[in-house]
C-alpha cells in the first residue's frame, strides 16, 4: 500500500528543515489569530463557509491523487490546519451569538462539546480507517465531513456581523425562509 500521505508530508517537512511541531502550532496560531483579526471586518460566514470548503478539496487532492510528491501532501496539510484553525475559532464567538439568551450557555457548551466529540472520534477513527479501508478512502471521508459542514452552515449559519446580540439571538424563521430573505 505504500507511505500514507501523513508519513510522506513529514518526511517532505524533515527534507524541507521544518521544526515539527513548533512550526505547526506557530501556523495554527496565527491561522487562530488571523480568524480573530478579521472576524469583525469579513463577517463570520465568510470565514467560516469558504474555509470548511477550503478543507474538503485538500482532502480530496489527497484522497485521489495516490502518487503525489510527499511536498504536495505536506503543503495540502498545511493549507488544511490553517484553514481548519480560522474555522475553529469561530467555536468561542458564533455559537454566543446566535443562540437566545435563555439557552446561550446550554447553546455555547452543546457547541464546543460536539466540536470535541467530533476531534475524538476523529482521533479514534481514522488510525482504524487508515488501516482498513486504506489512506484514499479515509481522507475522502474526511472531505465529506467537511463538505457536509459546509453545506450545514452554508443553508443554517446567520450572519451577525456588524448585528446587535438582540438581533442575532432573535428567534428565527425557518431555514428557508431565511434564505429567500436573504439573511442566511
Do not use: D
Amino acid at each position: 500500500m505504500g507511505e500514507v500521505p501523513a508519513v510522506r508530508a513529514h518526511t517532505a517537512w524533515s527534507r524541507a528543515g521544518g521544526r515539527g511541531a513548533r512550526s505547526f502550532l506557530g501556523l495554527t496560531t496565527g491561522a487562530g489569530t488571523a480568524s480573530l483579526l478579521l472576524i469583525e471586518r469579513i463577517g463570520r460566514r465568510k470565514l467560516m463557509i469558504p474555509q470548511q470548503w477550503v478543507c474538503a478539496a485538500v482532502l480530496v487532492v489527497i484522497g485521489l491523487w495516490a502518487s503525489e510528491p510527499p511536498a504536495v501532501v505536506l503543503a495540502c496539510f498545511l493549507v488544511f490546519a490553517f484553514a481548519n484553525a480560522m474555522c475553529t475559532a469561530l467555536t468561542g464567538v458564533y455559537p454566543g451569538e446566535i443562540f437566545p439568551t435563555e439557552i446561550r450557555g446550554i447553546g455555547t457548551g452543546f457547541a464546543t462539546a460536539f466540536s470535541r466529540v467530533g476531534a475524538a472520534l476523529g482521533t479514534f477513527l481514522l488510525p482504524w480507517s487508515m488501516q482498513h479501508l486504506g489512506a484514499g478512502p479515509s481522507m475522502l471521508i474526511a472531505a465529506g465531513v467537511c463538505g457536509v459542514g459546509a453545506l450545514v452552515s452554508q443553508a443554517l449559519a446567520p450572519e451577525t456581523m456588524g448585528r446587535p446580540l438582540s438581533e442575532t439571538s432573535a428567534p428565527r424563521r425557518s431555514a428557508r425562509e431565511a434564505w429567500r430573505a436573504g439573511t442566511h
